[in-house]
Nanobody
Framework: QVQLVESGGGLVQAGGSLRLSCAAS??????MGWFRQAPGKEREFVAA????????YNGDSVQGRFTISRDNTKNTVYLQMDSLKPEDTALYYC?????????????????WGQGTQVTVSS
C-alpha cells in the first residue's frame, strides 16, 4: 500500500496562490490526482494527471486557475492554485489509483493522503 503525504496548505487571501505537494512512498506508474472536501459537502474531484504528465484533467470549478503537475524523479505530484476564491476553502486530498473514469469519483480511488487544509479569506 502506497503512503501519500500532502503539504503546502494554509491560509491565503482571495486572489492569492498556494502550491500543494504530495509525496508518495514509492514510484506510482499510474494517474494521480487531487480531490477536496468542504464542510458539509461531498468530496469532489479537482484534478488528475497521467503517468507521463502529458495529460491532465481539471474539474469545472478550478479550470483555468489550478494546474496539476508531477515529478516522477521525486515521486511527487503538485497542485498550483492561483486566483483562489473563498469557495476553494476545503481539505485537499492527494489520491492514487484513480480507476478508468476520465473524471474519477471518490469511490474509484485506491489510496488517499491524510489531507491538507486550504482556507481562503475574503
Amino acid at each position: 500500500q502506497v503512503q501519500l503525504v500532502e503539504s503546502g496548505g494554509g491560509l491565503v487571501q482571495a486572489g492569492g496562490s498556494l502550491r500543494l505537494s504530495c509525496a508518495a512512498s514509492k514510484l506510482i506508474t499510474t494517474r494521480m490526482g487531487w480531490f477536496r472536501q468542504a464542510p458539509g459537502k461531498e468530496r469532489e474531484f479537482v484534478a488528475a494527471i497521467s503517468w507521463s504528465g502529458a495529460i491532465t484533467y481539471n474539474g469545472d470549478s478550478v479550470q483555468g486557475r489550478f494546474t496539476i503537475s508531477r515529478d516522477n524523479t521525486k515521486n511527487t505530484v503538485y497542485l498550483q492554485m492561483d486566483s483562489l476564491k473563498p469557495e476553494d476553502t476545503a481539505l485537499y486530498y492527494c489520491a492514487s489509483g484513480l480507476g478508468a473514469r476520465t473524471y474519477p469519483l471518490d469511490r474509484d480511488v485506491a489510496s488517499w493522503g491524510q489531507g491538507t487544509q486550504v482556507t481562503v479569506s475574503s
